[in-house]
């Protein structure tokens, strides 16, 4: 694996235990439509991120 490939997977690992830690503090948010828009923007996020990445690598 490159150098940065092991270090991204180190920082996310490291930013899961932090959630983890500090869950009980962090607000829960219990409105439906507020889940649903967090949903929606975490897919388009997705794909834009994988449509960039696949038009980098075809480069």
Not at 8 to 20: A, F, H, P, S, T
Not at 23 to 51: E, K
Request: hydrophobic share 55%; no cysteine; net charge positive.
């Amino acid at each position: 694996m490159k150098k940065a490939t092991v270090v991204g997977v180190i920082i996310g690992i490291g930013l899961l235990v932090l959630l983890k830690v500090f869950q009980d503090s962090i607000p829960r948010i219990r409105d439906p439509l507020t889940n649903y828009i967090i949903l929606i923007g975490f897919v388009l996020f997705a794909i834009i991120y994988g449509a960039s990445r696949l038009r980098k690598a075809n480069k």
